[in-house]
């Protein structure tokens, strides 16, 4: 089955920018979606499709996907972004959804 | 407003079964393709099952195959997750999700409920 890797956490100053990476092979044939969750809530949708953004997230929040590995760039970082991120793709060999292990996003 | 609710969790048993709700609102049910997701506690998010629109396809994580069965009942604008034998591994906090398609084919899901929670002990 298809393995997507995250790194466990990333740390950044507010104002700064967080770049969250999703590893898998030849992750760049597929397309990428991005989940944050904070704690105690469910998750959301805020990058799909390697880098469109749902109506309502903000621009500072953007994906990129190529090669073996899928980012998710958080600009201008906020308090408010602190969360957890997964990255998710399909894996059309088995028709499942493939959820990363996800990255907490600390604003230091 | 799109909404997805969860119900149906609680304590159960080694061994026992449990049946989750998902009850939709806000869109047409019968026309999207439907995810159950678990995320144990402190843990990440697991996929465990899609059935589309018409129920005509189903899939299955290989952790809960054989075990849970998900269904749908468009004319009551609800999802299914119905769970047997089930074990200490199974608790968790269970959400369903709509499932969406990109233009390449590609799958995610746009819309979570708030999920509920279900507690395997004896």
């Known amino acids: 089955s298809y393995v997507l890797t995250q790194p466990p956490s990333v740390s950044v100053a507010p104002g700064q920018t967080a770049r969250i990476t999703c590893g898998g092979n030849n992750i760049g044939s597929k397309s990428v979606h991005w989940y944050q969750q904070k704690p105690g809530q469910a998750p959301v949708l805020v990058v799909y499709d390697d880098s469109d953004r749902p109506s309502g997230v903000p621009e500072r929040l953007s994906g990129s996907n190529s090669g073996n590995t899928a980012t998710l760039t958080v600009s201008r970082v906020e308090a408010g972004d602190e969360a957890d991120y997964y990255c998710?793709?399909?894996?059309?060999?088995?028709?499942?959804?493939?959820f990363g292990g996800g990255t907490k996003l600390t604003v230091l | 407003e799109v909404q997805l609710v969860e119900s149906g969790g609680g304590l159960v048993q080694p061994g026992g079964s449990l049946r989750l709700s998902c009850a939709a609102s806000g869109f047409t049910f019968s026309s999207y393709s439907m995810n159950w997701v678990r995320q144990a506690p402190g843990k990440g998010l697991e996929w465990l099952s899609y059935i589309s629109y018409s129920s005509s396809t189903i899939f299955y994580a290989d952790s809960v195959k054989g075990r849970f069965t998900i269904s749908r009942d468009n004319a009551k604008n609800s999802l299914y997750l119905q769970m047997s034998s089930l074990r200490a591994e199974d608790t968790a906090v269970y959400y369903c999700?709509?499932?969406?398609?990109?233009?390449?084919?590609?799958?995610?899901?746009?819309?979570w409920g708030k999920g509920t929670t279900v507690t395997v002990s004896s």
């Open positions: 998710q793709v399909w894996d059309s060999s088995s028709d499942h959804r493939v």
């Open positions: 999700a709509r499932d969406r398609v990109t233009v390449s084919g590609d799958y995610y899901m746009d819309v």
